[in-house]
Nanobody, 115 residues
Framework: QVQLVESGGGLVQAGGSLRLSCATSGSIFSTNTMGWYRQVPGTQRELVAAISIGGRANYADSVKGRFTISRDNAKNTVYLQMNSLKPEDTTVYYC?????????WGQGTQVTVSS
């Protein structure tokens, strides 16, 4: 069973920072693009940021310049550093690992930004 274990969510004031972490097994981490998605209730899950096996990152326009995704190959962990947080960033964030055949999801972690 594939497990993606997320941590780092919480409550922060607008303008503050949080770092999300997602750990998985080496076999999953080394063969998948890793990403973070978020979903506001009643809307579709949207990509926040993703990073390929080779380290190429892409971001949603709404977070460019504020969020940074990175992967630590030694720890099989992907991070999402979130700076200059805004109230509209409030929602559940999900870790994702995907390749051409499969897509795996974490359980989600709540991020709440107060104004």
């Amino acid at each position: 069973q594939v497990q993606l274990v997320e941590s780092g969510g919480g409550l922060v004031q607008a303008g503050g920072s949080l770092r999300l972490s997602c750990a998985t097994s080496g076999s999953i981490f080394s063969t998948n693009t890793m990403g973070w998605y978020r979903q506001v209730p009643g809307t579709q899950r949207e990509l926040v940021a993703a990073i390929s096996i080779g380290g190429r990152a892409n971001y949603a326009d709404s977070v460019k310049g504020r969020f940074t995704i990175s992967r630590d190959n030694a720890k099989n962990t992907v991070y999402l550093q979130m700076n200059s947080l805004k109230p509209e960033d409030t929602t559940v964030y999900y870790c994702n690992a995907q390749n051409s055949r499969y897509s795996y999801w974490g359980q989600g972690t709540q991020v709440t930004v107060s104004s």
